[in-house]
């Protein structure tokens, strides 16, 4: 995980949602031993929703570690984050062996779990794809995708389609 995850992680910038401070004070110590990650702001409570906002619509962080023990607000505030800033990486972080919140946490839009006690390895390791995250979600911005479906055949969706493709170019 030496140079070739350095080159990978060139100087992303995260933040971290937790209302236990504990948990808050972990992650940033564990970020602080890996190279070229920043944090955006200091640790941000997750029931300081407005705050969290801000910071994710002005600081634009490439990942996020999110505090999954609140189920539902955990859920609630990936949403908020995902529809300010859809290229934030949510990662979240819960106890080990929790597997009950797992699933219901991906349908909100976690990308990744890491669960406690947290390791450089573990968490280095979570970071390696948000490069790659945010250059494919880059991507599918920049190039938007039409497509035309007639309800039945004969009714002019292909005349409609090349009106539309003419009009955009």
Do not use: W
Not at 47 to 66: S, W
Not at 130 to 145: I, T
């Amino acid at each position: 995980l030496g140079q070739e995850t350095n080159a990978l992680m060139t100087k992303l910038s995260g933040l971290i949602v937790s209302n236990d401070p504990t948990l808050r004070s972990e992650l940033a110590r564990v970020l602080s031993q890996i190279e070229d990650v920043n944090l955006v702001a200091p640790s941000i409570p997750l029931r300081a929703t407005a705050e969290i906002e801000a910071t994710v619509e002005h600081k634009r962080p490439a990942f996020c570690f999110l505090d999954l023990a609140d189920l539902h607000a955990a859920s609630q505030m990936t949403s908020r984050i995902l529809s300010i800033s859809p290229n934030t990486y949510v990662i979240g972080v819960g106890p080990q062996g929790d597997t009950s919140t797992l699933v219901p946490a991906m349908r909100s839009g976690v990308r990744d779990y890491i669960s406690r006690p947290l390791t450089v390895v573990e968490v280095r390791t979570a970071l390696e794809v948000v490069p790659a995250h945010c250059e494919v979600k880059g991507e599918e911005d920049r190039y938007p995708l039409f497509t035309f479906l007639p309800a039945k055949p004969g009714v002019g969706a292909s005349t409609v389609c090349v009106n539309t493709a003419t009009a955009i170019a």
